[in-house]
């Protein structure tokens, strides 16, 4: 069971504003983007769609290519951090 207590390091913060380019910061993709927003989204879902671009099984502009740079430990606190985030 992912968690993240209420006291959110800044190692995770300074990861998790590595997606704010793209993602919007928090996790909050500006309207009527193509690209989605993070904030919210199951953590189950953001894991196996992080793994999936990062094994090649899911191809995408660039996604494929940046998720190689996370280790699954990295993708896991990234998960927990944005499903803990409101929409």
């Given at each position: 069971h992912l968690t993240v207590a209420g006291n959110i390091g800044y190692g995770l913060r300074s990861l998790a504003a590595t997606c704010?380019?793209?993602h919007g910061t928090g996790g909050k993709a500006l309207a009527n983007s193509a690209v989605p927003g993070l904030a919210g989204i199951p953590a189950i879902y953001m894991m196996e769609q992080m793994k999936a671009f990062k094994s090649g099984g899911r191809t995408a502009t660039?996604?494929?290519q940046l998720a190689k740079g996370y280790s699954d430990a990295q993708i896991e606190q990234l998960a927990a951090y944005f499903a803990a985030q409101p929409k």
């Open positions: 704010a380019n793209c660039v996604m494929h």
